[in-house]
């Protein structure tokens, strides 16, 4: 009997086992950090006092300050880490390339933009410039694409473009806080840098609903999403209907950006980092969509709690995770132009 089957069997096995300890202990990690989200803080509460707020109880002080001010920031970070994991990793995997993070190809600059445009200029707030961000982002990922088309969309020409629309607008953003007033542009930094300060449930079941449809799509996708790595023409040879699967992917990514970004921010490289650090931990042979949301998830709730908690001021979560990533993108630079550009 051969041996090469047995191989191929118990290397399959072993991966399998890999990913399901690697997306164990992630969940068990976001768990803690979720947790510590609500225990730690100018008062610490014990997880008893915790679970009884939850549970509806009327604890003193616990209640309204566990309840009122720490579920909801907690949740908001969960889920906004979770949306731009998956939506960081979904444009990563369909484009071959860990650069193509949306806050590198200028999706998250579109939604940033509309939105301090829509405080500064428009005088808007609340939902309306959640609006204007969601709809900015998926009109610029819009134009990205249509002009990144060339007889089908190669990844490089759409990252060198998203680039250069991310600096157009990002020089949007430059002139509309120049002519901002001094309130106005208060309003527009700490919505620009990226924050959980804002966190309330108007903002957390949105997202919460955003996320329950649009992630169960991009599963749904992430068989014909890995046969993409393979070339158009290939995926296309294996049944994978190639623009329509882009096509949805994008939308359903887009989405999930744009909604997370509207609620917290623009949190710098989250969707960038996420991807990266979960294709290294988990191994190659697997769909990396919900590994990259649970990491999202734990570096944003972690961001969070040392922003707040650990560096003698309080910093938003936003100024956390860019001194984090702008050192990994600068490796990523260097692997890239080294190694080529897979995850």
Aim: with cysteine.
């Amino acid at each position: 009997m051969s041996t090469v089957p047995v191989t191929l069997v118990g290397e399959r096995r072993r991966r399998a086992t890999r990913r399901r300890s690697v997306l164990g202990l992630l969940a068990a990690l976001v768990a803690i950090a979720f947790a510590a989200s609500l225990m730690i803080g100018h008062t610490l509460y014990g997880p008893v006092d915790v679970v009884r707020v939850i549970l509806g109880q009327d604890v003193p002080g616990a209640s309204f300050t566990v309840g009122d001010l720490r579920v909801p920031r907690a949740s908001l970070g969960l889920l906004a880490g979770l949306a731009f994991g998956i939506g960081g990793v979904t444009f990563q995997t369909m484009l071959r390339n860990p650069l193509a993070a949306p806050d590198v190809i200028g999706i998250s600059s579109g939604a940033s933009a509309a939105g301090v445009f829509g405080i500064v200029v428009l005088g808007l707030s609340g939902l309306a410039v959640s609006l204007v961000a969601v709809a900015a982002a998926l009109g610029v990922a819009l134009l990205i694409y249509v002009l990144a088309w060339r007889d089908g969309v190669l990844g490089s020409r759409l990252v060198l473009i998203g680039i250069g629309i991310a600096a157009m607008l990002d020089s949007v953003v430059s002139w509309v806080l120049v002519r901002a007033s001094q309130w106005d542009l208060q309003t527009a930094m700490r919505w620009l840098t990226g924050s959980l300060n804002a966190a309330s449930w108007e903002l957390v079941v949105p997202l919460l609903a955003v996320v329950l449809l649009v992630v169960p799509v991009l599963l749904a996708q992430s068989r014909p999403l890995e046969l993409l790595q393979l070339g158009d023409d290939a995926a296309a040879a294996l049944g994978v209907r190639v623009e329509r699967t882009r096509l949805v992917v994008i939308v359903a990514a887009v989405l999930l950006i744009a909604c997370a970004t509207a609620a917290a921010g623009p949190i710098a490289f989250v969707a960038f980092l996420s991807g990266p650090v979960a294709a290294r931990i988990v191994g190659p042979g697997a769909s990396l969509l919900v590994p990259a949301g649970l990491v999202g998830a734990l570096v944003v709730l972690v961001a969070d709690q040392i922003g707040q908690w650990a560096l003698g001021t309080r910093y938003p979560v936003g100024v956390v995770t860019g001194a984090l990533g702008a050192p990994f993108l600068v490796y990523l630079l260097a692997r890239t132009h080294r190694f080529g550009g897979s995850l």
